[in-house]
């Protein structure tokens, strides 16, 4: 049963414009949400986190958005690097059970 | 400390043969998770460990799947009699508590069964 979809396998953007990425969920009882960046031949690697008694959490040029009611979280990159193309992973958390969307391509193009 | 690691990075068996892969979590981490990864699709969670116990194996994928992690350190996962559907990429990850929502992964080992 996939809980997490990304709906989205791939998005190219150009350099310096915002790149957003989507997420849903389907079980209400996730409370904490995590996208991961994944580059070839390497492992997952954390990027940011909300709870969700939250609705926006920021770091950076990274910006994490919660709607519980739609059941939907994005990430915005502003301004998107060439850097930033990599394989984006949604989370959804609850206790000790964590599953992920199929992940987005992201492409940054200069 | 670098993060975790993962051993052997890339793996080529033969279908039947047995494969054992190891991972050595970050050094203050209590707790420690294995994933499978198939191409197109995330991660999915296999089994965990608090310290040296096992607290949860019913999302392995079969009984020829075990994991240990005997002194509370490194863990290892083995497949028995492989399968060609087991191809795909294992990866660990490790936190520091159970209430550290953040889980820290390896760069992942790559089975390839034949």
């Not at chain 1, 996939?2 to 150009?14: A, G, M, W």
């Not at chain 1, 969920?25 to 008694?53: C, Q, V």
């Not at chain 2, 033969?14 to 995330?42: A, M």
Request: net charge positive; with cysteine; aromatic share 12%.
């Amino acid at each position: 049963d996939q809980q997490v979809k990304q709906n989205s396998p791939s998005l190219s953007v150009q350099e310096g414009r915002i790149s957003i990425l989507n997420c849903d969920y389907t079980n209400s009882m996730f409370d904490y949400f995590l996208w991961y960046k994944k580059y070839p031949a390497e492992g997952p690697t954390f990027l940011i986190s909300i709870s969700s008694i939250k609705d926006k959490n920021e770091d950076g040029r990274f910006t994490v958005f919660l709607n519980k009611s739609a059941k939907h979280l994005s990430l915005h990159i502003v301004p998107s690097q060439p850097g930033d193309s990599a394989v984006y992973f949604c989370a959804a958390r609850r206790e000790d059970d964590m599953r992920f969307g199929a992940g987005t391509r992201l492409t940054v193009k200069p | 400390d670098t993060g975790v690691s993962q051993d052997p990075r890339h793996k080529i068996t033969k279908r039947g043969q047995n494969v054992t892969f190891r991972c050595d979590p970050i050094s203050e981490h209590n707790r420690l998770y294995w994933y499978r990864q198939t191409l197109g699709q995330g991660p999915e969670f296999l089994t965990y460990f608090q310290n040296e116990a096992q607290l949860e194996k019913s999302r392995l994928l079969s009984d020829r799947f075990s994991a240990e992690r005997p002194k509370g350190s490194f863990s290892t996962l083995e497949i028995q009699r492989t399968e060609q559907g087991d191809s795909a990429m294992y990866l660990c990850a490790s936190s520091l508590t159970a209430y550290q929502e953040t889980q820290y992964f390896g760069p992942g080992t790559r089975l390839l069964v034949l």
